[in-house]
């Protein structure tokens, strides 16, 4: 953990959940440990734009590996090439043609389609559970708690019916602690 950090959780006085929500914000070629995954970013034909334009996507769809842009993008890359060599193995023929294509495009659009459902599916928990968590704000704010509090007190509780929703407002309240304004955040 970066000295930035540990201020950060000295100032806070958080649990190591909120320091891992804070550590997804920072770019991933700022990370400590990601020297290799950065020289592999770096043979990508994607740009750094495109990465953290992909890395966001991820992060919405719930995947926050620092790492999974790069992995995600070796994939979409790799991938069609190795899964349509894989029939010519097997096969022979017009056959092997024809699985070789179909393997390829799965390969190629399987991954793009794997994210779209689970940012799908992340979306729907989340507008599920914004009615449970909008009475538990109104709750405590009823019952004289300022609203940082309130936010902090829904996402404990909303993490077991709700765990995409209380992940979103725990980041939400670190952000705020961090300095960021909360319409920011």
């Given amino acids: 953990v970066s000295a930035t950090r540990r201020r950060l959780f000295q100032a806070t006085r958080q649990d190591e959940a909120d320091v891992a929500a804070v ?11 990601s020297a290799s995954w950065a020289k592999v970013a ?4 994607r740009s750094a734009k495109d990465l953290e334009k992909l890395r966001q996507r991820l992060v919405r769809a719930g995947i926050k590996n620092p790492e999974a842009p790069i992995i995600y993008s070796l994939v979409e890359m790799a ?21 070789a294509l179909a393997c390829a495009g799965l390969a190629f659009f399987g991954p793009g389609l794997w994210v779209g459902s689970r940012l799908t599916a992340r979306k729907r928990e989340i507008e599920n559970g914004l009615p449970d968590a909008l009475d538990l704000l109104v709750v405590c704010i009823e ?10 007190k829904a996402s404990e509780e909303l993490t077991i019916a709700y765990p995409a929703l209380a992940d979103e407002l725990r980041i939400v309240t670190t952000e705020v602690r961090a300095g960021k304004t909360r319409l920011e955040a």
């Fill in 79 to 99: 991938g069609p090439v190795v899964l349509g060599l894989l029939p010519f193995v097997f096969l022979r023929g017009t056959i092997a043609l024809v699985a």
């Fill in 42 to 45: 770096g043979l990508l034909p």
């Fill in 23 to 33: 550590a997804e914000l920072i770019p991933l070629t700022a990370r400590q440990g």
């Fill in 143 to 152: 019952a004289g708690s300022g609203l940082d509090q309130s936010l902090v």
